[in-house]
Structure formats: structure tokens, C-alpha cells
T-cell receptor, first 111, second 112 residues
Framework: GQQVMQIPQYQHVQEGEDFTTYCNSSTTLSNIQWYKQRPGGHPVFLIQLVKSGEVKKQKRLTFQFGEAKKNSSLHITATQTTDVGTYFCAGDGGATNKLIFGTGTLLAVQP | DADVTQTPRNRITKTGKRIMLECSQTKGHDRMYWYRQDPGLGLQLIYYSFDVKDINKGEISDGYSVSRQAQAKFSLSLESAIPNQTALYFC???????????FGEGSRLTVL
């Protein structure tokens, strides 16, 4: 079945440093979504990418969808303590319209 | 009030007991999901439903069952709980063009 992997599993940065998490699917995706889960909270939708090679920005966050639509990345520029949490990608294979989540990357930001 | 409400929020039970986790939503969405979260494993799909008469197994449905009582209600049952079902369970809904998921606050289940 479809599998979605993320790396790294955990990253600890100093405030102000950049951060990137990578997402790889075993199958081609029709779209990919990104979610953020704060400690003790629930996942909250950040963005959806649909087109091959698509790049979207939200303030300090940059999201990319690979040309082959099998991988994606989230880059945070100049991290802040408010960026702390687990970032998940979630892929939709299209045929079944169900989202399969990646394993997540836990980001810790030291002030 | 929350758009997606899960009850109970926390539950401790013993091996072999029957447990039901309930989810209700006020978003008017047709699609509802149950996910399980374990540390390091992300969110795994248990069951999903695209309308009242449509129920589908997800990645890890063994040991679980669901009931879609109405458009707004989707319950997850563990007929005979076992310790490795100790986890955080999330209900989610989606509707509209983007398929964005809206999650409940989660139900933490501990099976002793």
C-alpha cells in the first residue's frame, strides 16, 4: 500500500536558524497537504499543493511539491519559538480520496 | 464550541473491555475519519466514511469497528481492548474542494 515517509524524525535548532523537513511517497500523489501539531494539540492544516513543481509561501514557510509528485518539502526561514511542534505531510493518492500521513518531524527551537 | 467534538477526552480501561469513542461535528461535512497517533509513527488511518452508508477500512482497521449513526456522528469501537491499542485517537472531518481535514481535540486511551 501507499507509504509516506518523512525525514528527519526530530530536529533541534537555535532560534533564528533555518529548518527543512522532507516528505517522500512510495506512489505518485494527486496532491499533498501539510499540517502542524503543537505539543498537546491536534493537527492543524497549513497548506495544500496540487501541481507538479508547485511552490507556495506563507510568511517564513516555503512549501514545494516535486516534479514527479512523489516528494515534498517544508522550509522554515529564521525559526521562532512559536514554530515548535510536529510537522506532518499527508498524501492523497487520488483513487480513494483518503489521506495517508507521513511519520512527522518534531521541531524543537531553543531560544 | 469546537466544530469537531470527541468524547471521552481521556479514558483508562482494562484489557478485554469494550470501549467506544464518539465523534460529532457541526461543520456539515460528509467525510469523517478516525486516526490513531503513536509516537514516531505519525497518524495512521483506522476507518473512514464518505457518507452515512459508506464505511471503509483504513491502514490499521483490525481490532476496531465503526458506526456512522448520522452525517454528524461517527463512533469508533474497540470490542475487546488490548494494551497495544493504547494511543491517542483523533476524529477528523473534511468537505469542500480542498479536502482539508479538521481534527477534534483527541481522545487519549490507556489499556491496562
Amino acid at each position: 500500500g501507499q507509504q509516506v515517509m518523512q525525514i528527519p524524525q526530530y530536529q533541534h535548532v537555535q532560534e533564528g536558524e533555518d529548518f527543512t523537513t522532507y516528505c517522500n511517497s512510495s506512489t505518485t500523489l494527486s496532491n499533498i497537504q501539510w499540517y502542524k501539531q503543537r505539543p498537546g494539540g491536534h493537527p492543524v492544516f497549513l497548506i495544500q499543493l496540487v501541481k507538479s513543481g508547485e511552490v507556495k509561501k506563507q510568511k517564513r514557510l516555503t512549501f514545494q511539491f516535486g516534479e514527479a509528485k512523489k516528494n515534498s518539502s517544508l522550509h522554515i526561514t529564521a525559526t521562532q519559538t512559536t514554530d515548535v511542534g510536529t510537522y506532518f505531510c499527508a498524501g492523497d493518492g487520488g483513487a480513494t480520496n483518503k489521506l495517508i500521513f507521513g511519520t512527522g518531524t518534531l521541531l524543537a527551537v531553543q531560544p | 464550541d469546537a466544530d469537531v467534538t470527541q468524547t471521552p477526552r481521556n479514558r483508562i480501561t482494562k484489557t478485554g473491555k469494550r470501549i467506544m469513542l464518539e465523534c460529532s461535528q457541526t461543520k456539515g461535512h460528509d467525510r469523517m475519519y478516525w486516526y490513531r497517533q503513536d509516537p514516531g509513527l505519525g497518524l495512521q488511518l483506522i476507518y473512514y466514511s464518505f457518507d452515512v452508508k459508506d464505511i471503509n477500512k483504513g491502514e490499521i482497521s483490525d481490532g476496531y469497528s465503526v458506526s456512522r449513526q448520522a452525517q454528524a456522528k461517527f463512533s469508533l469501537s474497540l470490542e475487546s481492548a488490548i494494551p497495544n491499542q493504547t494511543a491517542l485517537y483523533f476524529c477528523a472531518t473534511s468537505g469542500g474542494f480542498t479536502g482539508e481535514l479538521f481534527f477534534g481535540e483527541g481522545s487519549r486511551l490507556t489499556v491496562l
